[in-house]
């Protein structure tokens, strides 16, 4: 089975900008869940989405928002983009839910300037 | 979310066994313990996870202490390739998000 696949792998933005990230979970993986990597604060939590709809969010303001399509594909979005976001991007599939092993790609590097 | 607590770095040399301890002195009942690692330029990935047996994979052993407020994670023979950062995490049955500590960093001297 093909592991998890992030778009793009670096991305390079500037303040205020928006920016969108991709993910394809291995096939059959029902959810995705998205977490950031930063040296200072580092992996948190972002949010969890499983048959399309979010079950899970973490504690980040309204600007990180996700979404995930009918083949469980899913998108990050983050808006006004702040010095402060650049991190690297994680996003992690998962069979089912709950205690299921999550299986986590190679991460999008963003940046912004 | 129930906290780990691990030391921040841990040394070994190759091909001897590696013993990484976790705290959890406010673990409940319904949290399972994970351990993931992350090497240099990887997202995490998965080695291990226990409820209150000990459990044995390919990669590792986990060793649960009995009143379950520690656990160890064991790698028999260390390998150059083992050094990373490992992290303990909580798991409550039902929540998907992995609450990720500081972790340990180890080195594998060769």
């Known amino acids: 089975k093909a592991g998890v696949t992030q778009t793009p792998r670096y991305l390079i933005k500037t303040r205020g900008q928006q920016v969108t990230l991709s993910c394809s979970p291995i096939?059959?993986?029902?959810?995705v869940s998205w977490y950031q990597q930063t040296p200072g604060q580092g992996l948190q939590f972002l949010f969890e989405?499983?048959?399309?709809?979010?079950?899970n969010k973490g504690n980040f303001p309204g600007r990180f928002s996700g979404r995930q399509f009918s083949n469980s594909r899913s998108e990050m979005n983050v808006s006004t983009l702040e010095l402060g976001d650049s991190a690297l991007y994680l996003c992690?599939?998962?069979?089912?839910?709950?205690?299921?092993?999550?299986?986590f790609g190679p991460g999008t590097r963003l940046t912004v300037l | 979310d129930a906290k780990t607590t691990q030391p921040n770095s841990m040394e070994s040399n190759e091909e001897e066994p590696v013993h990484l301890p976790c705290n959890h002195s406010?673990?409940?009942?319904?949290?399972?313990i994970h351990w993931y690692r992350q090497l240099p330029s990887q997202g995490p990935e998965y080695v291990i996870h226990g409820l209150t047996s000990n459990v044995n994979n390919r990669m590792a052993s986990l060793a649960i202490a009995e009143d379950r407020k520690s656990s160890t994670l064991i790698l028999h023979r260390a390998t150059l390739r083992d050094a990373a950062v490992y992290y303990c995490?909580?798991?409550?049955?039902?929540?998907?998000?992995?609450?990720f500590g500081t972790g340990t960093r180890l080195t594998v001297i060769p």
């Open positions: 989405y499983f048959s399309e709809t979010q079950r």
């Open positions: 406010t673990i409940s009942g319904t949290d399972y």
């Open positions: 096939s059959g993986h029902r959810s």
């Open positions: 995490i909580l798991l409550r049955t039902g929540a998907n998000n992995l609450f």
């Open positions: 992690a599939s998962q069979s089912r839910g709950s205690t299921d092993t999550q299986y």
